[in-house]
Structure formats: C-alpha cells, structure tokens
Nanobody
Framework: QVQLVESGGGLVQAGGSLRLSCATS?????????FGWYRQAPGKQRDLVAS???????YYSESVKGRFTISRDNAKNPMRLQMNSLKPDGTAVYYC?????????WGQGAQVTVSS
C-alpha cells in the first residue's frame, strides 16, 4: 500500500520554528489530490491544520493562520509545513494525508513538542 512518511519533528521552545516534510511512495499523488497536514494533541481528535491543492491554493485553520506555511514544489518533491512562532498548544503528532476520502493509510506522524 502507499506509504506516508513524516519527518522533521522535534523539541522547540515557544516562539521557535520547525519544518516538517511529508514523503510518499507515490509522489505523483501530490499533483493529483489536495494534501493536508493534520495534528493530534494529547487527548484531542485529529484536526486539519493546513492543506494545498494541485493548483497551489492553500487552506489554514484559524489557529495556525499567519504562522504556518504549507508548500509543495512539484509532484516529485516532499510536501512541507513551515511552522513559525510555535506555541505550547502546538504540541502534537503531525500527520500528512489527502484532504478527502478515501484517505491513505496514516503514517507514524512526526512528534512536535513546544516548551514554554
């Protein structure tokens, strides 16, 4: 099955920055479907935080708007999420996937921990 691999997580102080990458065994998918970044904080549901369509249009949740930037150079390059001005409530496991059914099999995710 198609694999999704998230990378770039880590520990960062509040106000710091981190960049996540999402790679797939079927890179062409990035050029055909809207892909998004999701995050799941402890005790919370998994929520969409940003997405990018094949035409380059982007979406951001209200909680990250102005601080996060989603990008995809082309179908062969990883999808990325640049996270600036990180807050402690950004602590979560971050996942990438299509922003539509049927979803691909979820990857392991990237752990992001933001300290005060």
């Amino acid at each position: 099955q198609v694999q999704l691999v998230e990378s770039g997580g880590g520990l960062v102080q509040a106000g710091g920055s981190l960049r996540l990458s999402c790679a797939t065994s079927e890179s062409a998918f990035f050029g055909f479907y809207t892909f998004g970044w999701y995050r799941q904080a402890p005790g919370k549901q998994r929520d969409l935080v940003a997405s990018i369509a094949p035409d380059g249009n982007t979406y951001y949740s209200e909680s990250v708007k102005g601080r996060f930037t989603i990008s995809r150079d082309n179908a062969k390059n990883p999808m990325r999420l640049q996270m600036n001005s990180l807050k402690p409530d950004g602590t979560a496991v971050y996942y990438c996937n299509k922003d539509s059914d049927p979803y691909l099999t979820w990857g392991q995710g990237a752990q992001v921990t933001v300290s005060s």
